[in-house]
């Protein structure tokens, strides 16, 4: 006895109809037959009985009814849930490796408008050093990746550019610059100077402009992380450089002074990397075609 064969046993009684049993389980009328015929042998007594043209079912027809009437709910609804969770797993889940001056900020603000419209799909997101984002794609560890200023290809890896971060002068509140209606780029030379690690694509990417514009700053300090930059900025211990998506609201004017150059413009580029040989799933998929929208990278 099995699932299938009380399943035709309920219908037909709902029915009526050997024909519409027969439809509703894609089986012959011959086959319906068959398995109330095996059942009744099974149970040792008549299921059904046919008064005017009609099936009526038996004392024990009544009681099997009622408990095949149950299992077939309880099955069909545990199959529901089962399907329910195979669409949730097919939608599937994005993992990501970002660099923390991207993460908080920019990428944090695509996964938004991503899971808004594919609430189902599961994104796990990671914080990493430049090189160990490099990693996580080359080994499948996660899907994408998110760098700024890559300083070079790696063979496997495909590299989109998908949005230009402006570049911002922060001091703290009693730095002299404050008071300067036009900065420009040589009111920083010979400053004090809140540096990204030499590690960094950023700094060296900062490095090389100040290398064309003909300043040099005097290095006070070489972090490793937006917020204890911004920190010490804050603190008066030097001014610094950072990506404009990395200063918050409020914090412009409550603990840091922000500014740009009035006489040159500096935006380190954002790139998106993944593999090239990896099948991508169908979230996966999905989320780069939304970045592809919102940033115009396809353009």
């Known amino acids: 006895m099995n699932i299938e064969t009380l399943k035709v046993f309920r219908d037909l009684y709902d029915t009526g109809s050997f024909s519409k049993t027969a439809e509703m389980n894609y089986v012959s009328q011959s086959a319906v037959s068959q398995q109330i015929k095996k059942l009744e042998l099974v149970m040792k007594c008549r299921l059904f ?3 005017a043209n009609k099936l009526v079912l038996t004392s ?3 009681k099997f009814y009622d408990v095949s009437k149950k299992v077939v709910m309880l099955y069909e609804a545990s199959m529901a849930e089962i399907k329910q969770l195979a669409v949730v797993k097919t939608a599937g889940e994005i993992k990501i490796s970002t660099i923390y001056s991207a993460g908080p900020y920019l990428v944090q603000d695509y996964i938004k408008k991503f899971m808004a419209e594919n609430p189902d799909t599961r994104i796990s997101l990671e914080y990493r050093q430049f090189s160990q984002v490099y990693g996580d794609v080359s080994c499948g ?4 990746g ?16 998908i949005a230009q971060d402006d570049m911002v ?6 730095s002299p610059l404050c008071a300067k209606k036009n900065l ?7 400053m004090d100077f809140i540096f990204f690690d030499k590690a960094f694509p950023s700094r060296r990417y900062i490095d090389s402009f100040f290398k064309k514009q003909g300043v040099k700053v005097n290095i006070r300090m070489e972090l490793d992380n937006v917020d204890t ?4 900025v804050s603190s008066g211990v030097g001014i610094s450089i950072l990506p404009g998506s990395t200063v918050r609201k409020g914090e412009n004017g409550g603990k840091l002074h922000v500014m740009r150059f009035s006489d040159a413009k500096i935006s380190r580029p954002l790139y998106l990397i993944y593999g090239k040989n990896k099948k991508l799933s169908l979230s996966a998929r999905r989320f780069m075609e939304m970045l592809v929208k919102y940033s115009g990278a396809g353009k």
């Open 184 to 190: 420009s780029v040589k009111d920083l030379d010979g």
């Open 49 to 51: 009985n046919r008064v």
């Open 141 to 144: 560890r996660a899907d994408f």
């Open 146 to 161: 998110f760098l700024a200023c890559p300083y070079k290809k790696i063979s496997g890896l495909s590299m989109v550019p």
């Open 229 to 232: 930059i911004k920190t010490a």
């Open 169 to 174: 002068v922060i001091a703290g509140l009693d």
């Open 60 to 62: 024990g027809g009544e």
